[in-house]
């Protein structure tokens, strides 16, 4: 069942202020009417077909053009427009568009992929210096298109067996809801063409456009609420219509049409980058434009970006203290302007800090191993034990990684809630079988897969003998572009580490690469290499006696301190041959010198 496309019944005046209407524009060419939407204060983005007239083989001239922004009256021939100064577009179109072996008026995928055309004037359509909000990085468009979001198709239908002719000319909506697209690429083909195009291509199923809205734009509804223009729409078919998205190639055209109008624009931030230390997360980033008042720093929580901070214009780094160890984060960036106008945000950077995450390996029942998450989105902590993927979009994964020193058995027990191909693994005609995995949760060691699980609430226990030496392990949750089953999520419930030596580490300690040292996320770095004498960090030299594994002493060159017995499970409170108990405050201490510790059978404190 088709939904036929409503008509805004605003005044003009109203339309104006009305998000996201007052970018949409009727385009007329010497070949008919189409639709578009100012992505610029002087660039209109469109289909390219409505500039082209595939009769003849040619480009349509761009002085021939009129872009007349916000239409709401029916068309006469008095009507004018803004003249564009020429457009942008993809020269493959042409040729793709001419190459088809099909039946007239049917298009391939291949040249719907290049259906795009950012168009320019010399003057500005918008007045208030605005235009539509838009996403251009592939992935998360994406995303977008496949999540739970408000989503409408806006532009100027010019048929006159479905629409009145009393309305041609007249701005028409699909009233917003979460519609369901298909995507063109991986689905059918792979994720890029043949002259190296992401496929951007999508199908709106039940949702019927007709003639005269080609070009119009696809709004999506964004983490903040807005609109935000993803896509513009190309073709039609029976059950749906097909909607061509906003890439980082399409924005390039944008990119060139916005230089050619020589007028004054809001640039997008490139080269967004970062660095993780103990004191945050470090990023920078570079600046193409002048008119910028400051950019908003973003953050992302689960499946939502958040602002974290706001810097002033010619800033271009900015320092986020409020990160945890042993997690993972993704930024992006956006340039302002005085009037309240955004460029597209720059590309997504994902940065993990160092360390351990102790909320995690308490949750798993391994507080002493090393133990991180990463992905696009951290994995969290259960109330009730057991640690869960973060929320991901397509083709996204979230994982939680562990370093232990081997050799030894690890055994864990992981389950999943996720989309499950029915036919994996069957035989698919005479030609093969269905390896199709759709979302799952995996199991690699250095990188390489051992196993999966796909499914609804399907809860495994397992186990692998771990060589010697440094080993990284990691549970992974991944997501196609198909959609959505269950939690969409993978859970690992416990993990368990038995070293079948301990002769030369403190249990869970990992070398550190490229140095003489070992780190255990409770008991910090210390070297190996002399032992039974080893260097800490903090204590300076001590000699380790009685090496097993969940407890050990250790000789301190300290005479205040001597013999310690220590505990990982209760470290820093340590047992001393001269003090009895007390407590170590960890960071004070700097190679055997400045320890501050509470001596509790003498209820004090004492800095060495």
């Known amino acids: 069942m088709g939904l036929e496309p409503a008509l805004l019944t605003q005044s003009q005046s109203v339309l104006k202020a009305t998000e996201p209407f007052k970018y949409v524009g009727l385009v007329q060419s010497s070949i008919g009417l189409g639709s578009g939407v100012a992505v610029a204060p002087s660039v209109y983005a469109s289909a390219a077909h409505v500039f082209y007239n595939e009769g003849i083989d040619q480009w349509i001239r761009g002085?021939?053009?009129e872009i007349i922004p916000v239409h709401h009256q029916q068309i006469k021939s008095q009507d004018s427009g803004i003249a564009a100064a020429g457009f942008f577009r993809w020269d493959q179109y042409r040729e793709r568009s001419m190459?088809?072996?099909?039946?007239?008026g049917v298009t391939s995928l291949d040249t719907f992929n290049l259906d795009f055309v950012a168009a320019y004037s010399l003057s500005d359509l918008i007045k208030d210096g605005h235009s539509s909000r838009m996403v251009v990085d592939e992935e998360e468009m994406l995303g977008m298109m496949r999540s739970n979001r408000e989503k409408t198709i806006v532009g100027y239908p010019a048929d006159t067996s479905v629409i009145p002719v009393s309305n041609i000319g007249k701005m028409y909506w699909t009233l917003p809801g979460n519609y369901r697209f298909f995507?063109?690429?991986h689905e059918l083909s792979d994720e890029r063409d043949s002259d190296g195009f992401w496929t951007a291509v999508y199908t709106v199923y039940d949702v019927i456009t007709y003639g005269g809205n080609s070009g119009g734009p696809l709004f999506i509804e964004g983490d903040d609420d807005r609109w935000y223009m993803n896509g513009?729409?190309?073709?039609g078919l029976v059950d749906g219509s097909l909607v061509r998205g906003v890439d980082e190639r399409a924005w390039a055209l944008v990119d060139s049409a916005n230089r050619a109008s020589s007028a004054q624009w809001l640039s997008r931030p490139t080269g967004l980058d970062g660095t993780a230390s103990v004191s945050g997360i470090r990023l920078h980033w570079e600046d193409l434009s002048t008119l910028e008042v400051g950019y908003r720093i973003e953050r992302r929580e689960s499946e939502k970006f958040i602002t974290v901070g706001e810097v002033n214009a010619d800033t271009y780094t900015f320092l986020d203290t409020s990160v945890e160890e042993g997690k993972v984060y993704q930024y992006r960036v956006i340039s302002m302007d005085a009037q309240g106008g955004e460029a597209p945000a720059s590309a997504r950077v994902t940065i993990r800090t160092p360390g351990a995450n102790r909320l995690l390996a308490d949750a798993l029942g391994a507080p002493l191993l090393a133990i991180s998450t990463g992905g696009e989105s951290a994995a969290f902590p259960l109330t009730l034990g057991g640690v869960q993927s973060g929320?991901?979009?397509a083709f996204e994964r979230s994982f939680v990684e562990l370093k232990v020193q081997g050799p030894g058995f690890l055994k864990y027990s992981w389950k999943v809630s996720s989309e499950v191909n029915p036919n994996y693994g069957k035989r698919i005609g005479r030609n093969g079988f269905d390896w199709d995995v759709f979302d799952a949760f995996y199991f690699f060691?250095?990188?390489?897969?051992q196993d999966f699980i796909s499914g609804i609430d399907l809860e495994e226990s397992n186990g692998i003998q771990l060589p010697s030496g440094l080993n990284t392990v990691r549970w992974e949750y991944r997501k196609d572009a198909y959609s959505d089953e269950g939690i969409d999520a993978g859970i690992l419930k416990s993990i368990e580490w038995n070293p079948y030596s301990m002769a030369k580490?403190?249990?869970?300690?990992?070398s550190v690469e490229g140095t003489p040292y070992y780190w255990a996320p409770w008991f910090g770095y210390y070297t190996v290499d002399q032992l039974p004498w080893s260097y800490h960090f903090e204590?300076?030299?001590?000699y380790l006696s009685e090496l097993s594994n969940l407890s050990f002493w250790a000789y301190s060159l300290i005479p205040e301190i001597g013999w310690m017995h220590i505990q990982p499970e209760i470290y820093p409170l340590v047992y001393s041959s001269t003090q009895g108990w007390i407590y170590y405050y960890e960071g004070s201490g700097f190679f055997g010198k400045g320890q501050w510790m509470y001596l509790y059978e003498e209820d004090k404190y004492l800095q060495l």
């Open 63 to 65: 002085s021939t053009i």
């Open 99 to 104: 190459a088809e072996e099909l039946p007239p």
């Open 183 to 185: 995507w063109d690429g």
């Open 232 to 235: 513009v729409l190309v073709g």
């Open 391 to 393: 929320d991901i979009e």
């Open 445 to 449: 060691r250095e990188d390489v897969q």
């Open 505 to 510: 580490i403190v249990y869970g300690g990992i």
């Open 539 to 542: 204590w300076g030299w001590l």
